[in-house]
């Protein structure tokens, strides 16, 4: 009967396109939390990925030692003139930090937007279809990460935690094309602090743009830009990258600031999850919502 | 135990993809070339020719979805492309001998499709940000390169294994 199988066919391919479409809209839709059967598949994914990421990341650490190896003498040789100036540095900075806390016990400040945890994680996996820019890392919700952390390697910040599962969570880089992955930026030059925001990321020049910066602003050309801590989920000071280049936007109302990341975004193996101490805007209503509802 | 086989072969080419992953992208001609490994589908392509298509509707349907959630996040691509593509190849192997090679050629096709497949998606939901050129060039061609070259190392020893298999199935 080929009619009647025809129609099965037709009828399994339009069933599973229904299907295909609820569960694309479900996933696309803004979600605070993956559900519970996404954690467990990931978790256990994520187990068995943990253990594979072993010997792949032992060999590529024995190549790295191995290239480390043969520049070892320039290196020194730089490291040594650079052991002098740090010297000098450290007593500054012991000095400065002691003169701060003095200063905010005298105007009794106790939060700092500076001040945060680390959470150190190895990554595991890097999304293989590589349109997602986004890694996984062995370290989940019972490490204390939550959504929206930030995450930095030891040169810099690299992305912020999308979503999390017990024992892996998902990292959204900076490269990632996402509307909502905003970061609120600080570009320092010598006379003041310039504000803007990081919104995307140039592909054919593969630097992150800083938009949204006022067009009375002169910003220089390698001037650092680190995060603000304005946005209410990142702490402050830590380093996103250095200007290359500044434009004028389409309008001339804003102008775009090119920067290059500080960390690559490619070759990562260690990361470190930053959670931030000072409460954020949205903690500080929850709170006071918590004691409108206690009295 | 031969059961068992099949499974843990999956399983260990959907590990090893993560991890060829983190070579990419590199620097070759002047451009950044992506190179996308695709063996998962290699794997299932191939065991629907040489061992059972049925099986290799359900490898590709579970190993879809663990690669939906695990690393997209997005739910239901793979999960549908996988069997639709081996779906197709099966058709198209109606018509041709079943060579190696032919499987092999078949195979490339099959992940331009799926490649071009995914990239029109991410256009649509707003992922991706290239035109089709830049895909082309920092993308396709890198990608069919890098999974022929796991075809060339791979695709024999691959096949007679799953055609052994196969006979130890049929004689249980």
Same mark, same amino acid.
């Given at each position: ?59 590529? *650490?024995? &190549?790295?030692?191995?290239? =480390?190896?043969?520049?070892?003498? #320039?290196?020194?040789?730089? +490291?040594? /003139? %650079? ?72 040169? *810099?910040? &690299?992305?912020?935690?999308? =979503?999390?599962?017990?024992?892996? #969570?998902?990292?959204?880089? +900076?490269? /990632? %094309? ?85 960390? #690559? ?31 | ?172």
């Amino acid at each position: 009967m080929p009619p009647f199988f025809m129609n099965k066919r037709l009828i399994v391919l339009l069933l599973s396109i229904i299907l295909l479409v609820a569960l694309i809209g479900f996933s696309l839709g803004e979600r605070d939390k993956i559900s519970w059967p996404e954690q467990f598949a990931k978790d256990i994914v994520g187990f068995g990925q943990n253990i594979a990421s072993k010997p792949a990341g032992f060999t590529q *650490g024995i &190549i790295e030692n191995v290239q =480390d190896l043969t520049n070892t003498y #320039s290196e020194n040789q730089t +490291l040594k /003139a %650079r052991l002098e100036e740090l010297v000098l540095l450290q007593t500054q900075v012991t000095d400065l930090t002691r003169d701060n806390e003095e200063l905010r016990a005298v105007v009794e400040i106790e939060e700092n937007l500076r001040d945060f945890n680390v959470v150190n994680a190895t990554v595991i996996a890097r999304n293989p279809d590589q349109w997602q820019e986004s890694i996984i890392i062995d370290k989940g919700q019972i490490n204390g990460i939550e959504k929206d952390m930030a995450v930095q390697t030891a040169s *810099g910040m &690299i992305g912020r935690i999308k =979503d999390t599962s017990q024992f892996t #969570s998902t990292v959204e880089l +900076l490269s /990632a %094309r996402n509307p909502n992955n905003r970061v609120s930026a600080l570009i320092q030059s010598e006379e003041s602090n310039v504000f803007g925001l990081v919104e995307g990321f140039d592909l054919s020049r593969d630097e992150l743009m800083v938009k949204k910066i006022p067009f009375d602003q002169e910003v220089e050309v390698g001037s650092k830009v680190i995060t603000s801590g304005l946005g209410g989920v990142f702490p402050k000071d830590l380093l996103i990258g250095e200007v290359t280049e500044v434009s004028s936007d389409e309008y001339g109302l804003t102008q775009t600031a090119y920067v290059k990341p500080a960390s #690559s975004l490619y070759d990562l193996e260690h990361v470190m999850v930053i959670e931030r101490t000072a409460a954020g805007q949205d903690e500080i209503e929850e709170d006071s919502q918590d004691e409108e509802e206690e009295e | 135990m031969t059961r068992l086989i099949l499974p843990i072969l999956g399983i260990v080419i959907f590990y090893s993809e993560s991890i060829f992953a983190t070579f990419s992208p590199i620097e070759a001609y002047g451009e950044t070339r992506f190179l996308v490994p695709r063996f998962l589908f290699l794997f299932i392509l191939l065991l629907s020719v040489y061992y059972k298509p049925k099986t290799a509707y359900i490898y590709g349907f579970t190993f879809g979805l663990l690669y939906d959630v695990f690393f997209t996040g997005i739910i239901g691509i793979y999960m549908f492309l996988f069997p639709l593509l081996v779906y197709i190849a099966l058709y198209i192997l109606r018509f041709i001998n079943q060579n190696l090679i032919v499987v092999g050629l078949l195979g490339l096709f099959l992940i331009a499709l799926m490649e071009c497949a995914v990239y029109q998606f991410n256009m649509l939901i707003g992922v991706a940000g290239i035109d089709f050129k830049t895909f082309l060039t920092q993308r396709l061609y890198s990608t069919l390169l890098f999974n022929s070259l796991f075809l060339l190392l791979l695709a024999y020893p691959l096949k007679s294994w799953i055609g052994n298999l196969q006979h130890a199935h049929l004689e249980d």
